[in-house]
């Protein structure tokens, strides 16, 4: 199935699930990586063009998401307690937030110089125009969020353990 429906996700939320999820935790380990280079390391350069031009395909992608989540009905949530049903609504709108707040903290520390992004070569993200002092602003959003997101993983993994391991119910199937 293509679509979501009320007993699960369809193949693109899937893909965009688990895609998203891949990129997270590769953007996370290049730039944990990449803050730790020095100028003469011959990764000084391409180690932050790559993290950059994936971020911004990963806001595109994210954008998509977004907008098919919308158009889709949500998967029904009947085998979890009211508290489950909370919790991972509020997990997925903070996951929503924070990856929107990222990809815009990135976006700025990239450009507050007044340079373009230049996207793989494909093509250029305008500067909104220089701005002295956002640089530094925009990386500590930057780098707090990122672990927030990582922290956010962690626990939508636990759940989905809990709900695999512990529970033995089926919620964990409709991402599979």
Request: aromatic share 12%; net charge positive.
């Amino acid at each position: 199935m293509i679509r979501d429906t009320k007993e699960g996700y369809g193949i693109v939320s899937l893909v965009l699930h688990w895609g998203m999820a891949i990129a997270i935790f590769a953007l996370f380990a290049l730039g944990l990586w990449m803050v730790g280079l020095d100028y003469y390391s011959p990764y000084y350069k391409s180690a932050p063009d790559l993290h950059r031009s994936a971020g911004i395909l990963m806001f595109a992608v994210l954008l998509l998401r977004i907008a098919w989540r919308l158009a889709n009905v949500k998967p029904d949530r009947a085998a979890l307690t009211p508290l489950e049903r909370q919790a991972s609504r509020l997990v997925h709108a903070a996951f929503y937030v924070l990856l929107v707040t990222l990809m815009l903290s990135g976006y700025l520390i990239s450009t507050a110089d007044g340079r373009s992004i230049e996207v793989f070569n494909w093509f250029s993200v305008r500067s909104l125009g220089k701005s002295e002092g956002l640089e530094d602003a925009a990386g500590v959003v930057h780098e707090w969020v990122a672990y927030a997101v990582i922290s956010l993983a962690a626990l939508h993994t636990a759940a989905a353990l809990k709900h695999r391991i512990f529970d033995r119910d089926k919620t964990s199937n409709r991402m599979w």
